[in-house]
T-cell receptor, first 116, second 113 residues
Framework: GAGVSQSPRYKVAKRGQDVALRCDPI?????LFWYQQALGQGPEFLTY????????KSGLPSDRFFAERPEGSVSTLKIQRTQQEDSAVYLC??????????????FGDGTRLSIL | LAKTTQPISMDSYEGQEVNITCSHN???????ITWYQQFPSQGPRFIIQ???TKVTNEVASLFIPADRKSSTLSLPRVSLSDTAVYYC??????????????FGKGTMLLVSP
C-alpha cells in the first residue's frame, strides 16, 4: 500500500513569508508525528496527533509554528513569518496505534524547506 | 527521556558483517529498542525492534543483553547499498500513553567495495 506522502518535496521561501507543509499518513494510522531535521543531525520531535487531537506540541520551537489534523487524517504544518533558522527538512511519520513504544513509525521523505 | 550513545561513524567493506553497538543506560522497563536506517534525502526507515535477547528478521539481527543497557545491530554481509545513517532509539512513553522517538546523531556507516 501507499506510504506516508509529503508535499511539496522542496520549498523555497523568502524570510517573512508563511509556508504550509502537507502530510498524508498511511490510511487508518491513528498516530501522526512531525519532526524537524537539521543538516547532519537526527530528526527532532515537534508535535504529535492522536487522530484529530494534538496531544503534544512541546517540540514546536516557537508560536510561529502551528500544526493541525482536522479530520484525523491529513495534517498540515504551518510556519508563519519564516526565518532563516527554520531551514531544515520537515518529516512526517505515522503509526497504526498509540500505546507502548513497540509501534514502528513510518516516515515520509520529508519537505526540504529553504528560507532565503 | 532515555538517551542513547552510538559511534558517530563506521567503515566496512562489501561482504563483511557489521555490528553497531548502542548504549542506553537509562532504559525504562516498558521501553523497546528500535533501529532505523536513513538514506540521504529520504525519511528514516524502520529496520528492527526488540525488547530483550535476540531478534532476527530478513535484513538484520538485534542482540540485547539481560540488563538491556545496550544493544547491538548486526548487518550480515553488507553491500554498498547499506551505506546509510543508522539510528538507535529507545521509545519514551509519555503521560498520555503514546510513544515518541528521541533520535541522536546516529552512526554513519560507509561500505566500500
Amino acid at each position: 500500500g501507499a506510504g506516508v506522502s509529503q508535499s511539496p518535496r522542496y520549498k523555497v521561501a523568502k524570510r517573512g513569508q508563511d509556508v504550509a507543509l502537507r502530510c498524508d499518513p498511511i490510511s487508518g494510522h491513528v498516530s501522526l508525528f512531525w519532526y524537524q531535521q537539521a543538516l547532519g543531525q537526527g530528526p527532532e520531535f515537534l508535535t504529535y496527533f492522536q487522530n484529530e487531537a494534538q496531544l503534544d506540541k512541546s517540540g514546536l520551537p516557537s508560536d510561529r509554528f502551528f500544526a493541525e489534523r482536522p479530520e484525523g487524517s491529513v495534517s498540515t504544518l504551518k510556519i508563519q513569518r519564516t526565518q532563516q533558522e527554520d531551514s531544515a527538512v520537515y518529516l512526517c511519520a505515522s503509526s497504526l496505534e498509540t500505546g507502548p513504544s513497540n509501534q514502528p513509525q513510518h516516515f515520509g521523505d520529508g519537505t526540504r524547506l529553504s528560507i532565503l | 527521556l532515555a538517551k542513547t550513545t552510538q559511534p558517530i561513524s563506521m567503515d566496512s567493506y562489501e561482504g563483511q558483517e557489521v555490528n553497531i553497538t548502542c548504549s542506553h543506560n537509562n532504559i525504562a522497563t516498558n521501553d523497546y529498542i528500535t533501529w532505523y536506517q536513513q538514506f540521504p534525502s529520504q525519511g528514516p526507515r524502520f529496520i528492527i525492534q526488540g525488547y530483550k535477547t535476540k531478534v532476527t528478521n530478513e535484513v538484520a539481527s538485534l542482540f540485547i543483553p539481560a540488563d538491556r543497557k545496550s544493544s547491538t545491530l548486526s548487518l550480515p554481509r553488507v553491500s554498498l547499498s547499506d551505506t546509510a545513517v543508522y539510528y538507535c532509539l529507545v521509545g519514551d512513553i509519555m503521560n498520555s500513553g503514546y510513544s515518541t522517538l528521541t533520535f541522536g546523531k546516529g552512526t554513519m556507516l560507509l561500505v566500500s567495495p
